[in-house]
């Protein structure tokens, strides 16, 4: 079974970063816990530990079992850039080299700050396949910025069965009018516990989608964790509307209000990743984007960690699942939990 923690992370960062239930959402766990986790071993002290209390005890390896098969399309770079001012404890370096994708970086932040973006969003550019373009934003990056830690993922797989494309219809969805929406029946893992009912989708590369529709409303995430554990094959007739979602946003706030607030502060310890006290993270920047559609999906998202210094089949028909009302939709590594991608869908 999926290690829980992975879980209980993005649900819990989900109900800070989409509190407005009634608005598209979609961001990339993975790619939040990877930076993140890479910013919890630059940390000592109370700055650490609160990181930690968020991501759970083994994200870090947790992270680096995650393998996607050769049959999918998975891309992921680690990447610490810093200003050649900047001293760099060589443990720190040592652990990095530990993540996949890793390499450690020069930008001209103090003297060229917009120059530096362009590297980085160049950089993110290339591992997403174009999909994040300008993770950064003009006047993310001045003379102050010191570091930054970036994650970026791009993930594409097919499905094990695709959708038949004569299948697709315009079918109603609550709020939205008519949209694009396919068809399938087939055996699947499915579930109804908790006040959800979930549909799990396979996918190449060991990776599969779950479609978590909820009995009423889109509310709170509880009862999430009990209906992913009651999953179990079954003859399904799904009815799925096709995705085109994003977010581009600061994930400060969501962060504080689940408890990592003294990175945030002048008390910051990033010793782990230099000795100059005076470190601390000006802000978590993410993006991510996830399309899906009869043959499968397609995600792409980065996180950027940016810091400163304080100067410085049976016969039978099967199950009908019309999700046809806001949902949530996950995208998982199936053996160790790892979420990839988290949307939730109002308007498809």
């Not at 990181?51 to 050769?70: H, I, P, Q, R, S």
């Not at 994650?151 to 695709?162: D, F, P, R, S």
């Amino acid at each position: 079974m999926p290690d829980r923690a992975p879980l209980t992370f993005a649900l819990a960062l989900h109900d800070a970063v989409a509190p407005d239930r009634t608005r598209n959402a979609c961001w990339s766990p993975y790619s939040v816990a990877s930076a993140l986790g890479m910013t919890a071993e630059a940390a000592r002290g109370d700055t650490a530990a609160e990181l930690v209390a968020l991501l759970g005890e083994d994200n870090a390896k947790l992270l680096k079992a995650t393998a996607v098969g050769e049959d999918a399309e998975f891309a992921v770079a680690n990447t610490l850039w810093a200003s050649d001012a900047l001293p760099l404890e060589d443990g720190f370096l040592a652990d990095l080299a530990g993540w996949p994708g890793a390499s450690a970086r020069s930008a001209p932040f103090a003297t060229d700050p917009e120059g530096a973006r362009g590297l980085i969003n160049a950089d993110v550019a290339d591992t997403t396949r174009g999909l994040v373009p300008e993770l950064l934003g003009r006047g993310s990056i001045t003379t102050d910025t010191v570091a930054t830690l970036v994650n970026a993922l791009y993930l594409k797989c097919a499905w094990n069965a695709e959708f038949p494309e004569h299948d697709t219809a315009d079918r109603p969805f609550r709020g939205a009018g008519d949209v694009p929406t396919m068809r399938r029946e087939d055996n699947a893992r499915y579930a109804r516990a908790a006040g959800w009912e979930a549909v799990a989708l396979a996918a190449n590369g060991g990776v599969e989608a779950v479609v978590l529709l909820p009995e009423d409303e889109l509310g709170p995430t509880d009862g999430v964790p009990e209906v992913l554990d009651a999953l179990d094959w079954e003859r399904v007739d799904l009815y799925l509307p096709k995705l085109d979602i994003g977010l581009n946003a600061s994930l400060a706030p969501a962060l504080r209000q689940v408890g990592v607030t003294t990175l945030f502060t002048r008390e910051a310890d990033l010793t782990g990743l230099s000795p100059d006290p005076r470190l601390y993270v000006d802000d978590v920047v993410h993006e991510a984007v996830l399309r899906v559609d009869e043959q499968g999906f397609e995600g792409a998202a980065a996180t950027a960690v940016v810091m400163r210094m304080t100067s410085f089949i049976p016969a039978e028909p099967g199950r009908e699942v019309r999700v046809d009302r806001p949902f949530l939709f996950l995208v998982r590594h199936a053996d160790t939990g790892v979420v990839f991608f988290l949307a939730q869908v109002v308007e498809p």
